[in-house]
């Protein structure tokens, strides 16, 4: 699962650890681990980090199974500013693509930007499978098809035919009256679709024209915060619905406003968010 296929090219990842763990093409933090935080929080991650890195190396033999798994652990190790060499991992099969789903592209763009690859043929095709750039009509869709291409983008492959601002107003144009967003697989409007949304429209916090959307984004994750700093997930299921505290809810929460904090210069969105993570 290393090996290269003859339509892709080795390349420069240009910055691709802080692309896919911070949250995408936005300039380097200064430091590794955020520089906001406290010392005592910043050793806690950078232990956590490590702590993750050193499971599956030693407990899982460098075998690992899904594409995600191979994000967490690349990102992991860059962040803490340590060096893996995947080569020597059992990397996971890049996942196949549906067609019908924009997300299936985009986890094998980045599997395949990671292992070193540059999936010219795929960041076209999902091009091309858009409707003038609305890839979707569920907002996580719309937003991982976004996702891909800017990170694509970045790594040095052309998005000719891709269209920011229309995918934008697209994804967009799902928000509900509360900031939220509502994939076809939630009950209400959800923290953990509306994650994926902030990560989307992260490198475009300072665009004017989105500020209204982006400032109502931010406060559906105020609203939804519990007192312990937590997010719910709201669960639907054989006429029976309930909440939990979820850690996935949680960490897609802190993802996306960590990368809409880093996006942005606008001192009241950077104060409303960072008051939200410090909670």
Same mark, same amino acid.
Request: proline letters at 3%.
């Given at each position: 699962? *290393? ?27 200064? =430091? ?41 652990? *690349? ?7 340590? =060096? ?20 299936? *592209? ?58 920011? =601002? ?114």
């Amino acid at each position: 699962c *290393y090996m290269k296929n003859a339509h892709r090219k080795t390349g420069l990842r240009k910055g691709l650890a802080f692309i896919l763990s911070v949250c995408l093409f936005i300039a380097p933090l200064s =430091t590794p681990i955020e520089a906001n935080a406290s010392t005592t929080d910043q050793n806690k991650a950078a232990n956590s980090l490590s702590s993750a890195v050193t499971y599956y190396s030693s407990v899982q033999n460098k075998q690992l199974s899904h594409w995600e798994e191979l994000l967490a652990i *690349y990102a992991s190790s860059k962040l803490i500013g340590s =060096t893996i060499d995947l080569s020597t991992w059992d990397l996971p099969v890049s996942p196949s693509i549906q067609t019908l789903l924009p997300k299936t *592209y985009a986890s094998f763009i980045i599997s395949e930007l990671i292992k070193g690859y540059l999936p010219t043929t795929e960041v076209q095709a999902l091009i091309a499978s858009s409707n003038n750039n609305k890839f979707s009509t569920d907002p996580i869709d719309q937003a991982m098809a976004m996702l891909a291409l800017e990170i694509a983008s970045e790594a040095g492959i052309s998005v000719s035919g891709y269209q920011p =601002t229309l995918a934008i107003e697209h994804l967009l144009s799902m928000q509900k009256s509360d900031g939220g967003f509502q994939s076809i697989w939630d009950s209400r409007t959800a923290v953990d679709t509306t994650g994926y949304v902030a990560l989307a429209l992260a490198p475009y916090a300072n665009e004017l024209q989105y500020q209204k959307s982006i400032n109502s984004l931010v406060n559906f994750f105020h609203k939804e915060q519990l007192a312990n700093g937590g997010f719910n997930y709201y669960w639907s299921y054989n006429g029976a619905s309930g909440s939990d505290e979820s850690a996935n809810s949680t960490a897609l929460a802190v993802w996306g406003l960590a990368a809409m904090k880093e996006g942005t210069n606008n001192s009241s969105l950077s104060t409303s968010i960072s008051a939200i993570m410090s909670k």
